[in-house]
């Protein structure tokens, strides 16, 4: 079984900086894709980035082009989101996923072709 802890959440001031990881154990030897959804309160989940990890390629919704940055440790099903010029609207619940479609997937990009999801994190931005 796949598991999925995410850590890194917390408060900031918009402008700030976060860092959020999650470390995979377990079968992730067919996990073709790992990213970041996340999910405001009252709003439905979205995809923020999503990430191949077979060749990196990576897809970021269009609200967070710019400002933030997926990556993957090298030999390892650990990743990253590195969320730079986060503003109010950026405050959800962030959640890493995993799963064995490709990242180009519509249902990867629509939320609900992940099989494996952590407990999320939360990050919550003031203005």
């Known amino acids: 079984q796949v598991q999925l802890v995410e850590s890194g959440g917390g408060s900031v001031s918009a402008g700030g900086s976060l860092r959020l990881s999650c470390a995979a154990s377990?079968?992730?030897?067919?996990?073709?894709?790992m990213g970041w959804y996340r999910q405001a309160p009252g709003k439905e989940r979205e995809v923020v980035a999503v990430?191949?990890?077979?060749?990196?390629?990576?897809f970021y919704a269009e609200s967070v082009k710019g400002r933030f940055s997926i990556s993957k440790d090298s030999g390892k099903y650990t990743i990253y989101l590195q969320m730079n010029n986060l503003k109010p609207e950026d405050t959800a619940t962030y959640y890493c996923?995993?799963?064995?479609?490709?990242?180009?997937?519509?249902?990867?990009?629509?939320?609900?072709?992940?099989?494996?999801w952590g407990k999320g994190t939360l990050v919550t931005i003031s203005s």
């Open positions: 377990g079968d992730m030897y067919s996990s073709r894709c």
């Open positions: 996923a995993a799963g064995d479609q490709p990242c180009g997937k519509q249902a990867v990009r629509k939320g609900y072709g992940m099989a494996y």
């Open positions: 990430l191949s990890t077979g060749g990196g390629s990576t």
